[in-house]
């Protein structure tokens, strides 16, 4: 199983990432793409949340981060 954050919203101000599924194909494992979204109230520099403790939840993609692939290895899907 793969658990992700896909947004944040404290009062007014929220964080969205993208989301993209990539169908199996014969050949070809599925893919789980986390891409940059939006900020509304927040930019790198005013972000109140430090860095994410390993709660089994894989953090959110912020919007001034790195886009994430997670592709199907089996049994999982993988980074």
Request: cysteine-free; hydrophobic content about 35%.
């Amino acid at each position: 199983m793969l658990t992700v954050e896909t947004a944040r919203a404290m009062e007014s101000s929220r964080v969205e990432a993208q989301l993209r599924i990539v169908t199996a194909k014969p050949g070809t494992p599925g893919q789980i793409g986390l891409m940059r979204g939006t900020a509304k109230g927040w930019t790198e520099k005013t972000w109140p949340f430090g860095k994410e403790a390993d709660t089994g939840i894989e953090p959110l993609v912020l919007p001034w981060g790195k886009d994430v692939t997670y592709t199907w290895g089996g049994d999982k899907f993988v980074h």
